[in-house]
């Protein structure tokens, strides 16, 4: 780990002890998950645990304690030269310190024994009940034998608080290198769509143009998605989270490709939605230049100080007026959207946070009201059009088509930047590109 990324860290811990000044903080890392016999499932670290210390092992306990002289201590398996034979090397518990720029490490397996004396002159632990089996057991048994000590003149364990809420509004204000990652999964991203627009056309399948996407993705160093990809062609592009990608491209068929590259740790989040045969007909045109206006208008709405919600209500607006103009509904936009009409047809948000998770760490709610925007806060603005079989009362030269395209923006001092207005998105460039190969 390079010298400014263990510094980004540690800033973070330091942060966080200055908003929790009192008691200590728990973090549990993730751990390796059984898939059958001696094979586990693809391990990746809780996001959380990676934000706070870079620090991507399985099976290892963040602790921080605020005004004592070992602040930061980690818990880590230790280095296993047998171990390394099979699956590398682990850092280990000496070199822990130096490389993670913590106070002190100690092994897992002592974490029982360890944790208690670390907390015995702490009255407020701060640890999410319910992130850990393994944890809760051992704050359970901690409660259980602090409140036996506490008769025989020990301190007091008064409370258990989740620290969730405060990392979670640290995690919502992206720094620039935190940005630039996002940008840098972004621009991976963008080969893969492009890619897989160039090897469409009619007879290939939804998996054969995923594995072109992919393909691009690892060759350029994103070594996991940020979710299961959606390759959804046909009346699959109805499907929110549709992610078999087993079915034919039909010849008049739309694609819709919901998928980012992970750099990193942090992701991408983009949806393009094509014609299969490289052209689009003129009802799938105006449902598409719809959604891309609402698009438009959602993004433009975006500065520092707005509300969340007003994001969506930008979006939403414009896509009512396109549905009046279809002839999928009747009335006005204030009164469809206050009866909620438009729910067959949209059915989802227009955003959500984006970062190191896809719906990424932060609350949309402040009290009563949508969050405020603030510099630094990354999102997605995803609006789309369905005409699946859930609006049994769609026109019918519109039935079957479904429509999203979603982009990534930061919120700036002066308003916004889109990080993915690389990617294409108007009707003559994907046009121009689709079915080339």
Not at 21 to 29: L, P, T
Not at 82 to 103: C, H, K, S, Y
Not at 157 to 178: H, N, Q, T, V
Not at 294 to 305: E, F, L, M, R
């Amino acid at each position: 780990m390079a010298y400014n990324e263990k510094q980004q860290f540690k800033s973070r811990r330091t942060t966080l002890m200055g908003q929790i000044s009192d008691g200590a903080i728990i973090i549990g890392a993730s751990h390796n998950s059984p898939r059958n016999n001696d094979v586990d499932y693809e391990f990746r670290q809780n996001s959380t645990f990676w934000y706070l210390t870079g620090f991507d092992e399985p099976d290892a306990v963040l602790v921080l304690r605020p005004h004592h002289k070992d602040q930061c201590v980690i818990f880590v398996n230790p280095y296993d030269p047998q171990f390394e034979i099979w699956v590398g090397a682990r850092l280990g518990v000496d070199a822990a310190p130096e490389n993670l720029d913590i106070d002190a490490a100690y092994p897992i397996s002592e974490l029982d024994d360890q944790l208690p004396r670390l907390l015995e002159d702490i009255e407020t632990i701060h640890y999410s009940i319910g992130s850990d089996s393994k944890l809760d057991d051992l704050m359970m048994n901690l409660v259980q034998k602090r409140r036996g000590l506490s008769q025989r003149g020990g301190v007091h364990l008064l409370r258990i608080e989740d620290p969730k809420p405060a990392i979670d509004r640290m995690r919502l204000i992206k720094s620039k290198a935190e940005i630039e990652l996002v940008q840098s999964a972004i621009d991976v991203t963008r080969v893969g769509f492009e890619n897989a627009m160039r090897v469409t056309k009619p007879g290939t399948f939804e998996y054969q143009v995923q594995a072109e996407m992919e393909s691009h993705f690892r060759k350029l160093g994103s070594v996991r998605n940020g979710y299961p990809s959606i390759v959804a062609s046909g009346t699959n592009s109805c499907i929110l989270h549709y992610i078999n990608n087993r079915e034919q491209l039909k010849d008049g068929d739309l694609l819709l490709i919901d998928a980012g590259a992970e750099y990193d740790y942090y992701t991408a989040d983009i949806t393009r939605t094509w014609p299969v045969n490289g052209r689009f007909t003129p009802e799938q045109k105006e449902v598409y230049e719809i959604v891309l206006a609402s698009q438009s208008a959602g993004i433009k709405a975006i500065s520092p100080g707005i509300e969340f919600n007003e994001v969506h209500i930008a979006s939403l607006r414009i896509l009512v007026q396109g549905l009046i103009d279809l002839g999928a509904v009747e009335g006005s936009i204030d009164g469809l959207i206050e009866s909620r009409a438009y729910l067959p047809y949209y059915m989802h948000g227009t955003s959500h946070w984006l970062g190191l998770d896809v719906h990424d760490a932060g609350p949309y709610r402040d009290e009563e009201r949508s969050i405020t925007l603030e510099e630094g806060m990354v999102f997605t603005v995803e609006p789309g059009l369905y005409f699946g079989n859930q609006a049994t009362e769609s026109p019918e030269n519109l039935k079957g088509i479904g429509i999203r395209i979603e982009d990534n923006v930061v919120v700036t001092a002066e308003g916004y930047s889109v990080l993915s207005d690389t990617i294409l998105s108007s009707v003559s460039d994907i046009e121009e590109l689709v079915g080339t190969v």
